[in-house]
């Protein structure tokens, strides 16, 4: 099994492209859908419950917003091992470092989707880089 710091490498180069593809080429119903994912995954915050489906479900559509359907298939494997908070949820960090984590990755979140609404395949490359450099500091400092 690949380390959450591998993973996250190759996810970095793979969805900053992906990413900048969907904000040129995105309907206004995947936007709505995106948006709808990341209301989900503020919810789950709030309620203290796992984000992973909404964090999932929100990596996969950007995927399925590129046209290329290769994209989906390349994040749908190895299921939920391109998620790292999978791994996380399962125990090895305590709430309150969960919570402080799911907050930040909020923010790029809400970053990402800022610049594939205004369709900027620039502003929205650098932010999904900075998002997945950021998960791989928090979740795999020392791998």
Not at 36 to 56: K, P
């Amino acid at each position: 099994m690949s380390s959450m710091r591998e993973i996250l490498e190759l996810r970095l180069g793979l969805e900053s492209q992906a990413v900048a593809l969907a904000a040129r080429r995105r309907t206004e119903e995947q936007l709505a859908a995106m948006r709808q994912a990341l209301d989900d995954y503020q919810d789950a915050l709030a309620g203290a419950r796992s984000c992973v489906e909404a964090d999932r479900r929100f990596h996969l559509l950007i995927a399925e917003a590129t046209g290329n359907p290769y994209f989906g298939e390349i994040m749908r494997h190895p299921g939920d091992a391109p998620i790292p908070r999978n791994r996380i949820d399962s125990g090895e960090r305590n709430g309150k470092e969960l919570a402080r984590h799911g907050y930040l990755a909020n923010l790029e979140h809400e970053a990402i989707l800022k610049a594939i609404r205004h369709q900027d395949p620039d502003a929205a490359r650098a932010a999904m880089w900075s998002h997945l450099s950021n998960s791989r500091e928090r979740f795999a400092p020392d791998e």
